[in-house]
């Protein structure tokens, strides 16, 4: 069974600071994305990750992909308050003959000025 | 080009009362899901399909049918609703062999 945990649930920071979402997966898997959601919103996709090693950035986020240790980071940098959201990671791949995405729990990001 | 298109988009039921959850996609493609969302844990996948005549269950399957009679449309029904599924649903969809999925707008249903 593929289970996906993310850490931490609740992230409180400062604007300016730097900080990491970890996420952790327990089998083989083909891809890994990273999601964001607004209150009352539906998911935007952020970052598909394919390959060991891969990393992507798109302005102050920055997503990164260790297949062998089964773990992706996002990295957040000089945080400001509009990325104030939460953050999903989901690993998509085939589980017992069939292609199915299993998210994490989610990652609750608050910046204050 | 509408994407994945889900209604209604808010729905109050009454315990042990019926509905459908309609989604539909444009993108032909082959690959539609269904989820819930509820706080901290995340989005639970409910059932999904590989193709027209297909469907699988997922992780949280109790209390839900599908039907997939077509490639566009993966509705989701609740023959006797219950407050356990009051919860946010979402519909996704992907091209099979292809990565990225489109989600839709989603489905807030409160049960009382």
């Known amino acids: 069974e593929l289970k996906v945990e993310q850490n931490p649930l609740f992230l409180s920071m400062q604007e300016g600071k730097n900080y990491t979402i970890y996420c952790n997966y327990s089998?083989?898997?083909?891809?890994l994305y990273w999601y964001r959601q607004d209150p009352g919103k539906s998911l935007e996709s952020l970052f598909v990750?394919?390959?060991?090693?891969a990393v992507k950035q798109e302005g102050r986020l920055m997503a990164s992909l260790d297949t062998k240790a089964r773990l992706s980071t996002l990295h957040i940098t000089a945080a400001v308050h509009d990325l104030s959201a939460t953050y999903f990671c989901a690993v998509d791949g085939l589980i017992q003959g069939a292609q199915k995405l299993v998210f994490g729990q989610g990652t609750r990001l608050t910046i204050n000025p | 080009n509408a994407g994945v298109t889900q209604t209604p988009k808010f729905q109050v039921l009454k315990t042990g009362q019926s509905m459908t959850l309609q989604c539909a996609q444009d993108?032909?493609?082959?690959?539609m899901s269904w989820y819930r969302q509820d706080p901290g844990m995340g989005l639970r996948l409910i059932h999904y399909s590989v193709g027209a005549g297909i469907t699988d269950q997922g992780e949280v399957p109790n209390g839900y049918n599908v039907s997939r009679s077509t490639t566009e449309d993966f509705p989701l029904r609740l023959l006797s609703a219950a407050p356990s599924q009051t919860s946010v649903y979402f519909c996704?969809?992907?091209?099979?062999?292809?990565?990225?999925?489109?989600f839709g707008s989603g489905t807030r249903l409160t049960v009382v």
């Open positions: 993108m032909n493609h082959e690959y």
């Open positions: 996704a969809s992907s091209r099979t062999g292809y990565y990225g999925y489109t």
């Open positions: 990750l394919l390959s060991n090693g």
């Open positions: 089998t083989t898997s083909d891809r």
